[in-house]
Nanobody, 122 residues
Framework: QVQLVESGGGLVQAGGSLRLSCAAS????????MGWFRQAPGKEREFVAA????????NYADSVKGRFSMSRDNAKNTVYLQMNSLKPEDTAVYYC???????????????WGQGTQVTVSS
């Protein structure tokens, strides 16, 4: 029902910045909590950030707090993840997802993007 199209992944030097975008297809975009997750090779998918439907409230994993910033533009049906001070350990496939509730648990998210690769080099 909801299609999420991610963009902005790529290769970046450690200490650099990257902005990921996730565009949604639905009319009810503003009703969704939106989340970013990532999965590195050999690891479980982990929570990165979430934002409320209004964009007023955000939540971040401790590992990215102070470095990453999530925002949304409901007029554009788009959510963003601004990634600053990137570290090699941030290297992962990043996924955008929707939820009806505010959660860091991926099982609570209903629709997922295709994922975009972020690689941080030393």
């Amino acid at each position: 029902q909801v299609q999420l199209v991610e963009s902005g992944g790529g290769l970046v030097q450690a200490g650099g910045s990257l902005r990921l975008s996730c565009a949604a297809s639905g009319r009810t975009f503003s009703r969704y909590v939106m989340g970013w997750f990532r999965q590195a090779p050999g690891k479980e998918r982990e929570f990165v950030a979430a934002i409320s439907g209004s964009g007023i409230n955000t939540n971040y994993a401790d590992s990215v707090k102070g470095r990453f910033s999530m925002s949304r533009d409901n007029a554009k049906n788009t959510v963003y993840l601004q990634m600053n001070s990137l570290k090699p350990e941030d290297t992962a496939v990043y996924y955008c997802a929707t939820s009806t509730m505010y959660s860091n648990n991926p099982v609570r998210y209903d629709y997922w993007g295709q994922g975009t690769q972020v690689t941080v080099s030393s």
